[in-house]
């Protein structure tokens, strides 16, 4: 029974109205670590609480009250509506850790239509969401099927294009936006970062002369460090424009363009073929897990015989949920159409492309310790980032990286890098009895 409903069979009821501060402790099912208060008056959880949350206005209720979960709370934080004292917007993470320790519970029917005759009518319309919130699903779906060739153009342009100049504040000189491998408790995140780009050209034991086709570049990191480091040939596409015009012109600036080149196209573009090594760091999960078999056979057939792909992608702690959460804070604010599996299904139909899986490896807790260093730099840079992208894709950008940790930390969400080999027609991998990573 939807709210409007029970509170037209229950007008006629003497209860006074519950302000805000009741309805939450009514719908939390123990005591808030944190202090919440609201522009009723209300208020409710210690006083001394080293977290407050404060509702500015009505609009925020109506937000909170019209999409109940992460989605509500991120359009009235991203709109001002709601106010938050005890943390940096730039890293909200102890706000999300205190959130997550609060249990939310279903009233029964007289205590839900009693909270919809105490918020009224006009709270139980949604408010107009913020402009930085991506079409809802069935508006993306007039512009193309999900994961068509426009319609994964305009989700990747939604994140990536952004800026260039707020990405160089948020992620650091190596511009990388995938998870780092920190090699000591105590390294920096951008040795952490060459170390993982080290990781990936070792394990795909790249040599001089080879070939190289990294899928989802970003801004050509990979590229470049296999060029300078391994003397091989590397060609990178990436689907921002943004991220292209900046990778080439970061190769022209390094003199790197006889050898690499960062490309503005589709992956399903690429008419070169017979390299030696693919790497696709954080593509999959922009990819659509129905399109998985198709995705591996296309990188199949890209790769020579002993030919070696490194897939590294952010995955599900199991292969058992639904891959796509439709209408939460990801969908709408950060990854329009994304999609994640566990590692079982991209191990399972890499291998019916015909690729030979050779070593998998989880570094969900250097995913951790990533998303903790870009909020870092966003605290750090958080005027220069809010002149830039503005107040409130500063604030998202926050909220979805302390997010990310604290996901990475709980084991919500893992990282996967799975190494596979394409061989020859008699079985041969062209792998050493052993790793030589």
């Known amino acids: 029974m939807t709210l409007p409903s029970l509170l037209s069979r229950t007008a006629g009821e003497p209860q006074e109205p519950l302000r805000l501060a009741e309805i939450f402790d009514l719908l939390a099912s123990e005591p808030s670590p944190l202090r919440f208060t609201a522009y009723d008056g209300s208020a409710t959880g210690p006083v001394d609480a080293a977290i407050g949350v404060h509702l500015t206005n009505p609009r925020a209720a109506a937000y909170l009250a019209t999409a109940p979960g992460s989605l509500g709370m991120a359009r009235a934080y991203v709109m001002g509506d709601i106010r938050v004292t005890g943390v940096h917007p730039g890293n909200p993470y102890d706000l999300l850790a205190a959130l997550d320790q609060i249990h939310w519970r279903r009233p029964e029917p007289r205590t839900l239509a009693r909270i919809a005759r105490s918020l009224g009518l006009r709270r139980l319309i949604p408010p107009p969401p913020p402009p930085q919130e991506a079409l809802p699903d069935w508006r993306r779906a007039l512009e193309g099927l999900r994961h068509s060739r426009g319609r994964d153009a305009d989700a990747i342009q939604h994140h990536y294009d952004v800026s260039n100049t707020f990405y160089e504040m948020l992620l ?87 050898s690499a080149q960062v490309r503005y196209s589709d992956y399903r573009d690429v008419r070169e073929g017979d390299f030696d090594a693919i790497s696709s760091i954080g593509l999959t999960e922009h990819i659509g897990v129905a399109n998985y078999p198709t995705y591996f056979e296309f990188l199949r057939s890209k790769l020579r015989p002993g030919g070696r792909l490194l897939n590294h992608s952010i995955t599900r702690p199991n292969n058992l949920h639904p891959p796509r959460v439709r209408g939460g804070f990801i969908d709408r604010y950060v990854f329009p159409d994304g999609e994640l599996t566990g590692v079982g299904r991209i191990i399972s139909d890499l291998q019916n492309a015909g690729l030979e899986p050779r070593h998998e490896e989880n570094l969900r807790e250097h995913y951790a310790r990533t998303c903790a260093a870009w909020c870092d730099n966003l605290v750090e840079n958080w005027d220069e980032c809010v002149a830039e992208a503005g107040d409130a894709t500063a604030k998202v950008w926050g909220m979805y990286l302390a997010g990310s940790r604290l996901g990475f930390e709980r084991r919500q969400i893992e990282l996967h890098q799975v190494l596979a080999v394409r061989p020859d027609a008699e079985g041969h991998s062209s792998f050493p009895l052993r790793p030589t990573w």
Do not use: F
């Open 172 to 258: 650091g000189p190596s511009m990388t936006y995938t998870c780092a491998c920190y090699p000591t408790s105590e390294s920096t995140l951008e040795e952490a970062q060459a170390h993982k780009y080290d990781l990936v050209a070792r394990k795909l034991d790249l040599k001089p002369g080879m070939r190289l086709l990294d899928v989802g570049c970003g801004w050509g990191g990979m590229v470049r460090h296999a060029v300078k480091n391994y003397g091989v040939t590397a060609i990178g596409v990436t689907l921002s424009a943004e991220q292209a015009s900046w990778g080439e012109q970061e190769i022209k600036r390094q003199k790197l363009d006889g």
